[in-house]
């Protein structure tokens, strides 16, 4: 159960009196109990909308299916939205891009931003950090970092290792 600060002041001020209360005296720790968990998945991608040589301040989509650590059974799917900011005249282009993302799984979602290196599109993106920024569910309020990692499978993959605050 998730305990406002306000309320308690507003009860504990309400029953001794608002005079005798001061916020000072209430500590964040005591009220609200944070919880940190690590939270991995493996991903498969099957959307890729980007073409081949996207242009700066474009944008595209990319997603699929979340599996548990050990890429066995399904527990959910991943989108991202992502905005080019750079791209190499090589061949093929590498691109650096701006990406948000959500992890549904099924306790709630996984909310995250970061960038992202492609060498190639089609190729998908080198091993980077993820920032989460919030969530919903079991992950309301969640703030933390993870890691992006090439899962090693055939199919452009991913496994995100993820260390987490909620509360």
Known sequence: MRVQPLLVLALVGGSMGADQVRADQVR????????EAT??????????????????GSGFVSGGDLFDAG???RVGE?????????????????????????????????HLSGLRDYRSIAGGFEDTAVAVVGGTGAYANARGEGRATR??????????TFTITTG
């Open 151 to 160: 899962s090693g499978s055939a199919d452009v993959g991913y496994r995100f």
């Open 28 to 35: 964040a720790d005591e009220v609200r109990a944070d919880r």
């Open 39 to 56: 939270v991995e998945v493996v991903t498969r991608r099957n959307l890729m909308s980007a073409p081949v040589t996207p242009a700066v």
């Open 71 to 73: 890429g066995d059974d």
């Open 78 to 110: 991943g989108f991202s939205h992502c905005g080019v900011l750079a791209v190499t005249t090589g061949l093929p282009p590498s691109v650096t891009a701006h990406c948000t993302s959500t992890f549904r799984l099924p306790d709630g979602e996984l």
